[in-house]
């Protein structure tokens, strides 16, 4: 018997064949057994039959070898954030699967894959209790050996089995692997074919059991399938950068080693200075030079910069610079996502150093939201930090297209022959933008210095002038705002209870919003992309209507919440949700928050309707936080 089904003890447990749309596939194992790939390739197919997908990977903390995980999200409609449980998982290693047991939660009824040959027994699998999932054993390890000849080849028969039990992209699996490996040789690409397939005859001629996970879907054109780092490299070249400097950082290294390949087809350059401080001093001194510049770190990175941005602040020269976060502080969780560099990014700065902090929230957002940092560097020279994370910036995603043109590609605003005449680069004005010149412009040179200087740039310590030149950087921020309404409203005007979030919490904001809607729930959503300055003449016509609000943030700290509160008065009711880094935010905590609030309202009927495969517990809240105070939206 290859498959088993495990019983609550004293009965036979009967179960119906569950028809989904979505999937959800988990894959662990040490490295060497090819998860990773794996997931990789499952996604390339997915997005080659037009599905959308989210893919994200999970790596232990060693530099080599060590436990990996790969979690993919099929759709035949738009996914939004990584899933809950797991409806299948495939574990080539037990031992690895505990140490990613927290972000691996298998669903109630699902189907569980690990090799036949393994000493653990079906009814000795370290899984929650009360559980009852298919177990098929396969012995992916021989199939691979005896019949491919080549060991190594075990995680594509893994891929050929998954294919048949669940109807997977199979043409897709094709395309995905002679994409994968077209630059190697066509006798690896035939061998990885032959294990595909091998895979897919085992499972149709040997595994008969049926199972309750039933993935149907219909295919459509294909889509494009990117990382978040690969996004916000190809929307910087969009925008007209073209030098970047930076030192090798996870989870942000994938934006240089992008570029390091695209950018010499656009006449650029990249530099690997040899540190993050380097780095920043390079982007400012090409930015001075005229040319549109950036840089790309994480947590630690951005601590080694502050000095050069304080020095960007004060010469007022456009610096682009990404943070992909991470868990910390210091060393932390390099390979784990985390929200916690909020403050870092809008207060971190010797003195009052005025930058503008933007956060993306999709991969697709990622390419947008580069543009716009660059637009806003240059049109009002001030330092731009982009604020991803790990979770953005690593994850794969498939979605239908990029919209090249819809972001103005701006261009710095240099002196008039009349500004020429008696040059003053730091020229006190209502915008608080004044004209930049760059070397080579007769009558156009001046002083770029760190230190507090007068209209024309000449040092001085004058506490008036000082005020006034502070003034200047700051009189930027409203106009800023108004220049660049980047929100997102999400469910339907007039509800009274809330969800506010940034950054990568977006996606389960968005399914939160849209599965309650569905079930007559009124919940609406709000996801501010800029985060300083803060919008908060919106924020505060958002929160007029709203009687309740929950604030959703991964930082144990609650920075977000802390920032909101010193700029603005929040709703009287608030539940304040944070959690530290290290595993995703899950959906189903978040509408267990929201059926709390509504409980005296919310009939069994609509509980279903949020939850259809009954696999939240719609009736226990997480432990949250607690803090009692007495447009255009979409689905």
Known sequence: ???????????????????????????????????????????????????????????????????????????????????????????????????????????????????????????????????????????????????????????????????????????????????????????????????????????KNNIHESHPVNFFYTTSPPKLLMTGNEAIAIGALNA????????????????????????????????????????????????????????????????????????????????VLVNVQRGGPATGMPTKSEQADLMQAIFGCHGDGFKVVLAPCDVQDCYDIIQYAFAIAENFQVPVIVLSDQFLGQRKASFTT??????????????????????????????????????????????????????????????????QQTQKRYRKASRIIEKYPLWHYYGQKGATLGLLGWGSTKGIIREAVHLCTTAGIDVVGMVPRILHPLPIDELQDWFSTLSNLIVIEMSYSGQFLQYLRSQMKLPSTLVHYKRSGGSLIPLGEILNLIIEHCEESVTPEQKRIVDPEGIFDLDKSPTVSMHLRGDIYEL
């Open 1 to 203: 018997m290859h498959a088993v089904r495990l019983p609550e003890k004293g009965r036979v447990e009967q179960w119906e064949t569950r028809k989904t749309n979505q999937i959800t596939i988990g894959i662990v194992g040490s490295g060497g057994d090819g998860a990773i790939a794996a997931g990789e390739i499952m996604a390339s197919a997915a997005a080659h039959e037009g599905l959308y997908c989210i893919l994200t990977k999970s790596y232990g903390a060693t530099i080599r070898g060590g436990e990996t995980s790969a979690r993919i999200r099929l759709g035949a409609n738009r996914v939004h954030s990584q899933g809950d449980k797991l409806d299948v998982l495939v574990c080539f290693s037990w031992k690895d699967f505990q140490l990613f047991k927290g972000e691996l939660e298998l669903k109630d009824q699902c189907v569980i894959l690990y090799p036949e040959g393994d000493v653990i027994q079906p009814d000795q699998l370290p899984i929650e209790p009360g559980l009852h999932p298919t177990v098929i054993r396969v012995p992916f390890i021989k199939l691979a050996k005896e019949e491919v000849g080549n060991e190594l080849t075990k995680n594509i028969v893994m891929l050929g089995v998954l294919a048949e039990l669940f109807d997977l992209p199979k043409k897709g699996l094709v395309a995905a692997i002679h994409h994968r490996f077209e630059r190697k040789s066509k006798d690896l690409i035939d061998l990885n074919l032959k294990a595909l397939n091998i895979g897919s005859e085992y499972a």
């Open 240 to 319: 007209g950068c073209r030098f970047m400097a930076g030192y090798p950082i996870t989870p942000a290294t994938e934006i240089m080693e992008s570029l390091t390949r695209l950018m010499p087809m656009y006449d650029g350059t990249v530099v690997q200075a040899e540190d993050e401080i380097a780095a920043a001093a390079m982007v400012i001194g090409a930015s001075f030079a005229g040319v549109k510049a950036m840089t790309a770190t994480s947590g630690p990175g951005v601590s080694l910069m502050q000095e050069m941005l304080g020095l960007a602040v004060i010469a007022e020269i456009p610096f």
């Open 402 to 467: 990029l919209f090249p043109d819809h972001i103005e590609v701006a261009e710095r605003k240099l002196p008039t022959e009349t500004d020429l005449e008696n040059y003053l680069r730091y020229k006190i004005s209502k915008t608080g933008v004044s004209p930049m010149t760059h070397p080579g412009i007769e009558g156009g040179e001046y002083l770029a210095s760190g230190i507090s200087h007068l209209e024309n740039g000449y040092p001085t310590s004058s506490y008036f002038v000082n005020e």
